[in-house]
């Protein structure tokens, strides 16, 4: 993605970047061109695909594009817009919990302790994601620790449908990638010079209008990288939707899942998986442009 | 309190757990003066300009500004502005955006606004750089940016905390003479940060020449040069010759002393405490004042002590001349070379020589801290 980004890099360098580009080569490119190639096919009678006799005329009945076509009703753009959606809230609710908690370790806390806390976001990767998301099944099900709690707090007489729902599905999302949104932004803040918030004190700007007019724009670059982090996951997932969501809740992830899977339909699933692909690069393009014009770059 | 006190520093103590990097300084800095904090780093010069500035607030003591405590007082509601060590220009805004930055927290419409943006830019010669961002400036103009985004607020006083630093030597010097002009044009009380004694000397009025968290001596800039209070003032003002004595008697204004390197020499009190016979004493004589003759003149009256040419470097305008008493006491000598050349190297390390000096030229030193402004 960012090859290209030196601009005068010399021909020197091309040996250096030989390995990179052979690993994406290999395990990204290849694989995307084998999905886009399949995503034209048609599917066999028993999940394999079927056949072309007559390559030309395939073509020109334009039945190559019917996965895509297909894609295009109703029933799937719904799903589509679904995901879209819970990516975005899951992002924006990541943002607004992880500011707080990143301003905490970079800017409030006493640098000895910043490691203690850093360790802390990070704990939860030494235990796979599956087993914390069945943990999560636990604490919201009906006789789970989140409804004895608020049973014994005497918030609510009877258990809460706490699970199996889009509630439940943003909570899955929003921790699983919660850590994602606090490191890049730990990144920046840690970076921001703290003599440029006392200039903006100096200068009569009470500490919400420091906030909103040095900090925020000065982490820009953190803010930009942890959305894309955690969007474009978010965008894909289908754990946490198929076990914290049950069979209500099905999300672009679960549908690509589901054509592999179950319905063993893999043109229409490659079709599908190479639109969330071809979505997610056009994020990333716009992200680079970004960092390109600002020269600074938390993520690539 | 007087009405031309600008910042009234009253027992003010910083502790940072169990160091006091200020400890219990009372300065009164005049409106529409110059006036410096010297030392070397560490002696808490800025922490004590940060409690001006609001950025730290004092273990003990007050701190009012024309005559309102602001002890308490956070930074953006004090009439004060801050010129950073390394300027703290906004990155993402432009030189313009920088210096508009505060006047929005000003009852001002936009347009004024715009006036008072374009009059500062002019006054610190950057016309026709508003749109750059700082990135794209040169260190010097950079400076002036941090300058005009102070002025633009028309603080009653402006804290400079070592701004000349990251100056090379050269524009360094222009700097320095510029700053003074304007402060003395615009009559805004400066309190300038500094290490560098020569810079102090040439842009302020006043002086405070800090050590170890406290005032060792405040006063007018030539006075604190030239009759420096302690040994380390001496010393941080580069005159490090110190004579040693015991007092035979002190008659009126002046104390009679015995070198220890032999001879008499009356030096003036300077109106402290005189001593009493027998205590023994220091003072010293910068080196600018030492002579170096050929014969004893102390029966003409003037103090002279035997001393051994050690080493002479020869420096063009001046000569640097490194001798040394029968005592061991080393002393530094500055000649002007104003003699005919052949003459500049008319003495060869091993002479033997006398050290003379005015006695009105000799300053006794105290034993640490305290000089009062």
């Not at chain 1, 592999?260 to 393009?285: C, Y």
């Not at chain 2, 080196?287 to 003037?302: A, C, I, N, Q, T």
């Amino acid at each position: 993605m960012s090859a290209d980004a030196g601009g005068g890099r010399s021909r020197a360098a091309y040996p250096l970047i030989l390995p990179t580009w052979a690993v994406l080569g290999v395990f990204f490119l290849l694989p995307l061109c084998v999905l886009f190639v399949i995503s034209f096919a048609q599917r066999g009678t028993y999940g394999g695909l079927k056949p072309i006799e007559d390559l030309g005329a395939y073509v020109l009945s334009g039945k190559f594009l019917s996965h895509y076509a297909r894609s295009l009703h109703p029933i799937y753009l719904q799903i589509f817009w679904r995901s879209i959606w819970m990516a975005v809230v899951t992002t924006i609710v990541c943002l607004l919990v992880s500011y707080p908690v990143a301003y905490y370790v970079a800017i409030v806390a006493p640098p000895r302790r910043r490691n203690l806390l850093l360790g802390l976001v990070v704990i939860p990767f030494w235990t796979s994601f599956l087993i914390r998301t069945y943990a999560w099944m636990f604490i919201l099900r009906t006789e789970g620790l989140a409804n004895r709690l608020l049973m014994a707090a005497g918030l609510t007489s009877h258990p809460l449908e706490l699970l199996y729902n889009d509630f439940s599905v943003l909570i899955g999302l929003v921790y699983g990638e919660l850590p994602f949104m606090i490191l890049p932004l730990y990144a920046s803040l840690e970076k921001l010079d703290r003599s440029l918030l006392e200039a903006s004190a100096d200068l009569g700007a009470p500490a919400r209008e420091t906030f909103r007019r040095v900090t925020i724009p000065m982490t820009a670059p953190g803010i930009a990288a942890g959305i894309v982090l955690v969007f474009v996951p978010s965008l894909g997932q289908f754990i946490v939707s198929d076990l914290l969501g049950g069979a209500k809740t099905i999300l672009a992830g679960n549908l690509v899942q589901n054509q592999f899977a179950v319905a063993r339909n893999k043109p229409f699933g490659s079709a599908v998986a190479f639109e969330l692909t071809a979505a997610v690069l056009l994020l990333l393009l716009g992200y680079a442009a970004y960092t390109r014009r600002r020269g600074e770059d938390v993520l690539l | 309190m007087p009405n031309d006190v600008s910042v009234a520093i009253r027992g003010v103590t910083k502790r940072f757990g169990e160091t006091a990097a200020v400890d219990r300084v009372s300065l009164d800095i005049r409106r529409g003066e110059f006036f410096s904090l010297l030392g070397p780093s560490g002696c808490g010069k800025t922490t004590l300009l940060r409690m001006i500035g609001g950025f730290e607030t004092p273990t003990e003591g007050s701190i009012a500004i024309d005559g309102a405590d602001m002890t308490d007082t956070p930074p953006y509601l004090r009439p004060v502005n801050m010129v950073f060590q390394h300027y703290a220009l906004f990155p993402h805004l432009t030189v313009g955006e920088n210096v508009a930055f505060g006047l929005r927290y000003r009852p001002m419409d936009g347009p004024a606004r715009g006036r008072r943006v374009a009059e500062v830019l002019e006054l610190l010669q950057l016309s026709g750089f508003e749109a750059r961002r700082p990135d794209q400036l040169s260190g010097g103009q950079r400076q002036r940016v941090a300058l005009a985004r102070a002025l633009a607020l028309e603080p009653r006083v402006l804290l400079l905390d070592e701004p000349l630093g990251a100056l090379d030597q050269k524009l360094r010097k222009e700097v320095q003479v510029q700053l003074k002009r304007l402060q003395r044009s615009l009559g805004i009380t400066f309190v300038f940060v500094t290490h560098d004694q020569e810079e102090a000397l040439t842009m302020s009025d006043r002086i405070a020449v800090m050590h170890r968290g406290r005032v060792e001596q405040a006063g007018d800039a030539a006075r604190v040069f030239e009759r420096p209070a302690t040994e380390f003032v001496a010393n941080f003002m580069g005159a490090s010759n110190f004579f040693s004595g015991s007092v035979v008697e002190a008659p009126g204004g002046d104390v009679v002393l015995e070198l220890s390197g032999g001879g008499r020499a009356s030096v003036p009190l300077d109106g402290g405490p005189a001593p009493r016979a027998g205590e023994a004493v220091r003072f010293v004589v910068r080196p600018e004042k030492l002579d170096l003759r050929r014969r004893d003149l102390s029966e003409r009256g003037v103090p002279s002590v035997a001393v051994t040419v050690e080493d002479r470097v020869y420096q063009g305008i001046s000569t640097i001349w490194s001798v040394r008493d029968a005592a061991g006491g080393r002393f530094t000598v500055y000649e002007q070379n104003e003699r005919p050349f052949e003459e500049s190297s008319r003495w060869q390390p091993g002479a033997r020589l006398f050290l003379c000096f005015h006695a009105r030229d000799a300053v006794l030193l105290r034993a640490g801290g305290g000089g009062a402004s």
